[in-house]
């Protein structure tokens, strides 16, 4: 069973930065492609930013020109750095790892991300 573990999140004031990390424990990312979502309260989970396993990457018009997402296939990892944060930013991201051909479908824990000052 592949295991997708978010990290990185954390509070942080309007403006600055965190780097999300997402790490998988095989090597799913190879084969899958992978998207940043994320959920605030009372809010429909959103999806953020994903990278196919072309390297095509495809971002929110919400965070065009803040986030980047890249991958490490090498050290199973996904990132999505996150700059020039908003207080809208504040919600849990998620991870998620899919290809519809494989059948497959993963998701990670979650990553509390609070930008306030």
């Known amino acids: 069973q592949v295991q997708l573990v978010e990290s990185g999140g954390g509070l942080v004031q309007p403006g600055g930065s965190l780097r999300l990390s997402c790490a998988a424990s095989?090597?799913?990312?190879?084969?899958?492609?992978v998207g940043w979502y994320r959920q605030a309260p009372g809010k429909e989970r959103e999806l953020v930013a994903r990278?196919?396993?072309?390297?095509?990457?495809d971002y929110a018009d919400s965070v065009k020109g803040r986030f980047t997402i890249s991958r490490d296939n090498a050290e199973n990892t996904v990132y999505l750095q996150m700059n020039s944060l908003k207080p809208e930013d504040t919600a849990v991201y998620y991870c998620?790892?899919?290809?519809?051909?494989?059948?497959?479908?993963?998701w990670g824990q979650g990553t509390q991300v609070t930008v306030s000052s």
């Open positions: 990278i196919t396993l072309g390297g095509m990457k």
């Open positions: 998620h790892a899919w290809s519809g051909s494989r059948g497959l479908d993963y």
């Open positions: 095989g090597s799913i990312f190879r084969i899958a492609s």
